[in-house]
């Protein structure tokens, strides 16, 4: 994760060569307040910066220096490869601005605060934004980290990559106010949002979108995210119904690798954006991780364990396998109803994991058939989806506890079968009692 280092300043070197010798101040508050005295300057940049090459002198500053040059301003789609970390496990982007005539080389990059605050980030407070460092200060960030980074040309006009700049700018100062939102504020989002807003009044044309972008956002990251099943797993409880909904292709590009395709397929002015190979700037050093921990088996040993539950009915087995459904329950409601995490809407993981059970343990042996019957017709629900809607280590989970409440009814007479048998193989031996019975 990228921290924030500081708010960059850089446009306002591109303002004129009266602005180039401003350093950057030393605290955050100082930058924010020279930010602001230099917004109405940046306005006139704005317009400047519109002017067609060959229309006006008003193209060049006081300093000489032509303004409408494709090369004063050079922009580029930074991509980085994922990690095993929740936030980025389906990789990262990021935008380059260069202008060489004043030495500036910054990269913007939607962040949030901090990506240690897990309870901030399950409560729903934990606040995002654009940040901007040095470029040999980011590459180096994730070299650190093992990671790499793809640098890929981006095709823009010049007055469009300068209010790109701009734009870039002005969300930097504003800092991190905005909830983490991984569905509509992602860092491929974001770009994709700020790249239509820089060209406007030229629109960004997409050539042909792939069958893929008929997928839902869930089913996006979840093929995304497949080289690290945990975060996956993690991701499809906490993302809700918001997931599955029906939005427009523009909306579904939120993943760093569909931006870069989507750019590469689209043109501004009979021009691709991006119409080069990538230039490697950081070697991928980590390639994930590979474990056989995954949660489809951690799912498939509770199943072996509720099937032998059936059978043996050992009350601690019993105690152990409430007392996760307990645990997964309280956490879905907690999202549900309590949290504030953005994009978790309704989700139909509540209705398998919940604290009704809990609630009305005591009477269990009333409605354990009936809570039975909702579990088969939610499993079958999901399996007959036209669109993956959860994880398959769900569903094996819901399986184990369709078994484990069926011990409750009349047609967990198995064990009692199995208890009889027992008696009379061994009528001497005493008959233990089950505290879930």
Not at 79 to 85: G, H, L, M, Q, T
Not at 128 to 140: I, K, Q, S, V
Not at 281 to 301: E, F, H, K, R
Not at 325 to 338: A, D, H, K, P, R
Request: glycine share 6%; hydrophobic share 45%; proline share 5%.
């Amino acid at each position: 994760m990228i921290g924030n280092e500081g708010y960059t300043l850089a446009q306002h070197g591109i303002l004129g060569a009266e602005d180039a010798h401003m350093m950057v101040q030393s605290t955050v508050w100082g930058r924010i307040a020279q930010f602001c005295q230099l917004l109405a300057i940046a306005s006139l940049f704005c317009l400047s910066a519109s002017a067609e090459p060959n229309a006006s002198p008003s193209a060049f500053g006081n300093d000489g220096i032509d303004r409408t040059d494709p090369n004063f301003v050079k922009a580029s789609l930074l991509i980085v490869s994922p990690s095993d970390e929740i936030y980025s496990c389906v990789g990262h982007s990021g935008i380059r601005l260069e202008c060489p005539k004043f030495n500036l080389d910054y990269c913007f990059t939607y962040e949030s605060e901090s990506a240690k605050r897990v309870l901030s980030f399950i409560q729903g407070k934990l606040k995002m934004g654009m940040f901007a460092m040095p470029t040999e200060e980011y590459l180096r960030c994730y070299k650190a980290d093992g990671r790499g980074v793809v640098q890929y040309r981006l095709n823009l006009p010049p007055e469009a990559k300068q209010r790109l700049w701009k734009i870039l700018d002005e969300k930097v100062a504003e800092g991190a106010n905005l909830p983490y939102d991984c569905l509509k504020r992602g860092c491929a989002q974001s770009i994709f949002v700020n790249l239509r807003e820089a060209l406007k009044p030229s629109k960004l044309n997409m050539v042909n979108w792939a069958d893929k972008y008929k997928r839902t956002r869930r089913e996006i990251i979840d093929q995304n995210a497949k080289a690290y099943p945990w975060d996956r797993f993690f991701l499809c409880a906490v993302i809700g119904i918001d997931a599955d909904r029906k939005v427009s292709c523009e909306e579904k590009v939120i993943v760093p690798s569909d931006l870069l395709e989507v750019l590469q397929n689209s043109t501004v002015n009979g021009r691709k954006i991006i119409d080069s190979d990538g230039v490697k700037l950081v070697s991928m050093q980590s390639v994930g991780y590979s474990t056989i921990v995954t949660p489809l088996v951690v799912s498939c040993l509770v199943l072996m364990l509720s099937l032998f539950d059936m059978f043996a009915q050992i009350p601690l087995i019993g105690m152990l396998l409430f007392g996760l459904y307990s645990i997964l329950g309280t956490f879905f409601t907690y999202i549900m109803f309590l949290s504030d995490f953005p994009g978790s809407g309704w989700n139909s993981l509540l209705v398998p994991f919940n604290l009704l059970p809990l609630v009305f343990w005591k009477w269990r042996k009333t409605w354990a058939l009936w809570f039975v019957g909702v579990l088969l017709l939610w499993e079958i629900g999901m399996i007959a989806a036209p669109h993956r809607l959860t994880d398959p280590a769900y569903l094996v989970l819901v399986g184990a506890y369709i078994i484990f409440y069926l011990k409750f009814t009349r047609f967990g007479r198995v064990a009692l079968l199995r208890d009889r048998i027992g008696r009379a193989v061994a009528p001497r031996l005493p008959h233990k009692g089950n505290d879930l019975k």
